[in-house]
């Protein structure tokens, strides 16, 4: 009898490598709140052994070198970028499909072929797969904020597009690092990996790219006093004014149960705690060319990653897509 | 004997108008520090006959109305936009100069030909000036930011710049407002005014016509869970690369004692509670038109407000420009 | 055929008076996430007529003039204290059940008879009430912690007790207050009501006197920069040190499932979001008198207000106490 | 010529041990700014040779083992407990005065004859030292505001007072702590070091002895997310009531520059940034015993740490107390 009817009912064992960070922890939470997943294990290398309270549940972390992988169906990989990729491949040859939290795998890192799980613009392909790379929490705001535009050419080719994102911490993992101790974080904003050096840019421009864009994106991330949320903003420039400016975003994702389309301006308080994309757009005044600002909301620990990856793994399990997540 | 030899000896007696708000409890706390100034009156309507600490020292309020305008030889106005036109005539009657914080004497207000106090690119005007209208805060990191590039040609005739500016709250004033609350701001980030609707965008876009520029500019604020501080992301096109990407700022600002201009992204942390613009500049790798973003960072309370006014009235009055301010 | 059938299908018809507030607003949320209740209406004076997303759902408030009190079966008065009482008595004429979340009924209030909801300790006489005046937010936190050593006798008789408790900012309201704002709160905190002079110890007095304890308590309130929580330290000679220190409350809230009893420190982080009061007990070294310092830690707006008040409900109706509640 | 006519020109050559910690950092900038010190060196192991920027300013650090002890006439050490008793030695040997941050040399500690720096109750002592133990954070705040009382004989003896303080998260130091993150902070309240178990209680005790008092102390220790800043909430049954209640206070303190007795309750915002200790008292309503609650708030790292050091150096140095000091 497989070790995981021990562990629920009529559940579907999956697993956790690299549990103890946040994307690792909002993954348990999120599987202990699911009707139809439960937990086989999680790892956490440098807590091996102990017993942590993770969102009112206790969690015996083992040593990812411990970890029984073949007692999963399903195993998300929270690991660290460059660590990841080895343990998709262990877990593939333990028959495990794979949700790759990590950037190992996503469009630019050079490893290509892998499924991209923008769920909402990508279910077929997820459902179909073994593995799938997660998107970026960066990315993800911006992908789906960009693709109705994309999709009707709505942007002048070789345009600039200019994104501004601001970050909670938590997007930046949860190693202790001065620099985010508290006193550091509190009353203060800045960007960083200014120049268009972050580690998200060639994920969003290799994306851009399969879908058959050659625009140019300026990002400029930035880190916020706060401990979750993404806000991108946006401004692109058109083609030709939009008569609807929702109307792009309303008729892509018309019947979207994680995807919310608002004339007001969404704010991360509307979105955390919650697996969804808050999206406006506006028309500016003013300019020559037509251009819109775009604003985009996320929970970087849910849409951003815990969240699309349990959407992605409903898909590829073939659970309803929205089984256990908050909407 | 004027009212004011009883204030401080020596000391050039100042008033100050709508005193209780963030603005202008600066003002008077740099007042009380400043070394040739002294407070003769500060008028608060509401909390009229109140005795309040400010910064460490008690201040009894007079209604605006009751202010003896005529005892302070500089009348600073941190009244309400609308109300503080006014007022500023009436201080003219008075025989008083003024800073006006407000927006009602600024570019693009309607009430043109006042001098506009950008200080560092505007002394002379200032030294001479009986009114002087006090840069809006985005205005100030902005444009103080632009300016090197804009006296350069840098910028194609035309182009279309990007700013994303993130506000503390104690931009958005002092009275009560729901929007405002702790539980409301705590944990939140938000664009607001998106569309170019901002009040600053008009003081912004005049100032550069009269710089000669015919740029467009997509201005986007956004509200930042701290209280005090601005840092604006600014996105420009260049005509062609800089060879030193720093060089002109460092040009322009040479000799500058309130204005860094740094390899390192500024932070708020490095500049609240000075009244300093710290600014760094960096190349956009990848972009098809040569592009740069550039970082300003200000205290919005000092170089965006009160501190700017001081360093004004400093100059309006012969005094060392840097007398009183922290750098 | 009753209004409410068509609001859910075998579902409870409630209503919520002073919706708009904090905890109106949770009890909003709480009830659209409840199984078996429905939300019949929601009053909020000043936004009448207007249509607000509460949690992720639109409600229209109405006037409470407005309020169709017959439609609810039981209703929440979240209104001001002093306003609600006649409230409680007009649904009563309706014939509505009331949870009455002010203080106008409380014990200390000087209105006594109605039963008091600390749920846990007074299961039998909610279950078979009309109404019932729901705790106050620092009352919850302390006579939960106190009750299991008055129940044996542990603390000398006439001895003082010591509570210094901590609340976020919406245990004070959502009532525009300058002293609430962002900027006035944040990095803040302060002692308040200081003196004894806090409107919730008549209410934890008059308990503890019901109780048959006639312990003196000190009682100073504060207020932490975090929007909710409340976390109170209370230090409490004993008659004779504990064997086992955690034993009587372990005893007391042996099966109670929103009760946390654990020997770490608790923190707001491990409540908030949750319908649960955490506590722990330590004996303190070095003291004459044998002394315990007991931590309690609840949302202040779940088992500190919206929570307790569905938890009450859920008795009056005959439902599981559980029901819809997070814990 | 001694090396340090090269520093500045009639300034006195202090060192910092200890200087890329918080206290180390705040140091720094006190010696900056002060008219008649100036810095001869600042060690930091972990960044030696590195170029920091403190508060405006850039510092090279050195290793401890280079720091040049004799160049200094007067050594601030900031130093990890444990660590810095031996280089108070050492630094003695090179003939440097010594003001030690750590809590090596305090009462309680085992290493006693040191005189104890709470400044404004021990001048004459302070004055005629070469080595001071600078009192802890809790101790400063807790000690200035009983002193009064103890001086007056109004606690009754053997009686036990209750104090409860809560501190901003750069009291427990720059380490990278995975608990002093950002988001572990970030909207949590907590106790620690319950059951009299932290390091500053023997400090409180040892210092309460030597005044000849023998009350029992109950102290909790909580962590606030702020920055800086610490309240202490004083609970203090008295041997009669006090006709005039702030009476002890303004007597003790009638004539001292960093001591602040109001009838308004004391915030952080009062106080941060200032040497100060800000002090109330109210009499307790409705207690069987005449009870006092004081409230006392300082900022950790100016009168709690670095400040009262900078207050010490000058007596010690025969410099007015409160050179360089903001009040």
Known sequence: ?????????????????????????????????????????????????????VVGRDITFVAVEDAPLGDAELIFSALPHGTSKDWVTRAGHADARVVDLSADLRPGSGCEGVPYGLTELARKRVSEATVVANPGCYPTSILLALAPLIA??????????????????????RAPN?????????????????????????EIRATLADWGSDVDVAFTPHLLPVARGILSTIVVPLVAPLQ?????????????PFIEITPEQPTLHDVIHRNVARI?????????????????????LLKGAAGQAVQNANLMLGLPETAGLPA
Chains 1, 2, 3, 4 share one sequence.
């Open 1 to 53: 009898m497989p070790h995981y009817y021990a562990l629920g009912v009529n559940k579907i064992p999956v697993g956790v490598l690299g549990a103890s960070g946040y994307a690792g922890r909002e993954l348990c939470a999120l599987i202990h709140a699911h009707p139809s997943l439960c937990l086989a294990f999680a790892t956490a290398n440098e807590q091996r052994g102990q017993t942590v309270r």
């Open 152 to 173: 009707r050419g709505s942007i002048p080719p070789g345009a600039a597009i200019t994104v501004n994102s601001a970050s909670g911490v938590t997007g930046a993992g």
């Open 178 to 202: 001065r620099e985010l101790l508290f006193a550091e974080v509190a009353d203060d904003y800045r960007a960083y990996a200014a120049g268009n050096g972050h580690r998200h840019l060639p």
């Open 244 to 256: 609807d400016v929702l109307g792009p975003w309303r008729e892509t994702y018309a019947r979207e």
């Open 280 to 300: 406006t757009a506006v028309s500016l005044a003013g300019m020559r060319t037509p251009t819109l600002v775009i604003i985009s909301a996320i929970d970087n």
